[in-house]
Nanobody, 119 residues
Framework: QVQFVESGGGLVQPGGSLRLSCAAS????????MGWYRQAPGKQRELVAT????????NYADSVKGRFTISRDNAKNTVYLDMSSLKPEDTAVYYC????????????WGQGTQVTVSS
């Protein structure tokens, strides 16, 4: 049974930075592409960034390209999202999950971590 625990969210002013972490359980972590997703109020969940199992292939949504950086530490079963130059439209609950062809790998979702960008 895979589990995800996201952390690191908070309230930040526009232009600020945050680092999100997602600790995953299970032996399959290092074998899977991982992704960060977000869901803003009233909107569908969207894929923000993905990183391949060895970190060699990374992709970003156009809306965050150049501002967000995804990374992973397979020894710690953890994936990170470094966010900078934050905008109010980045406000959302952020989740991690596996990613296959742009879709979540698992039906299970963690509790997410709230990011609020506001002055």
């Amino acid at each position: 049974q895979v589990q995800f625990v996201e952390s690191g969210g908070g309230l930040v002013q526009p232009g600020g930075s945050l680092r999100l972490s997602c600790a995953a359980s299970g032996r399959m972590f290092s074998r899977n592409t991982m992704g960060w997703y977000r869901q803003a109020p009233g909107k569908q969940r969207e894929l923000v960034a993905t990183i391949s199992k060895n970190g060699g292939r990374i992709n970003y949504a156009d809306s965050v390209k150049g501002r967000f950086t995804i990374s992973r530490d397979n020894a710690k079963n953890t994936v990170y999202l470094d966010m900078s130059s934050l905008k109010p439209e980045d406000t959302a609950v952020y989740y991690c999950n596996g990613a296959v062809a742009g879709n979540p790998l698992y039906d299970y979702w963690g509790q997410g971590t709230q990011v609020t960008v506001s002055s």
